[in-house]
């Protein structure tokens, strides 16, 4: 992996499915000042507490066979759900030309939904990609953090 460029007003996204920070770089790329542009948050409940119906039933088109749903995990329903907001927050700075440079900082199963979900991004304005929890760091820690990555 090649060394992370972060340029000056290029964009940091650090992520999970409750919490995300928008962090910009007011620095330039040899002396990183990050500082927090937006943040956003959920407090995802547990999924005990979000769902209590029982899974459904399936009847077979044929005869008089059924079986079980699955159940929903409604807990990853409302991280996935969160996180396809972070993705719509993006396109938006982006089409506003806020974004021009941006890295995702993010689990591995977030940043995947992420990926997904910023599909239609034009061309080269995700630099860069970190699996890796970091929301629950300080700014400073995050900025040692990528400043380490090569």
């Given at each position: ?81 969160f996180l396809k907001e972070i ?39 995700i630099r860069a990609e970190v ?20």
């Amino acid at each position: 992996m090649s060394r992370i460029v972060i340029g000056r007003k290029a964009w940091v996204v650090v992520c999970d499915g409750g919490k995300a920070l928008f962090l910009r770089n007011d620095g330039d790329a040899d002396l990183v000042n990050l500082t927090v542009a937006d943040h956003m948050g959920q407090h995802v409940e547990a999924t005990r507490d979000l769902g209590v119906d029982q899974p459904g039933r399936a009847f077979s088109s044929a005869g008089t066979h059924r079986s079980a749903m699955g159940e929903t995990d409604w807990h990853d329903q409302a991280e996935t759900d969160f996180l396809k907001e972070i993705a719509e927050k993006v396109s938006e700075l982006v089409e506003a030309h806020e974004i021009k440079a941006l890295i995702l900082v993010a689990p591995p199963r977030a940043l995947g939904i992420l990926r997904d979900a910023l599909d239609g991004l034009p061309e080269g304005v995700i630099r860069a990609e970190v699996a890796k929890d970091m929301v629950k760091e300080t700014v400073p820690e995050i900025e040692k953090h990528l400043a380490s990555l090569e």
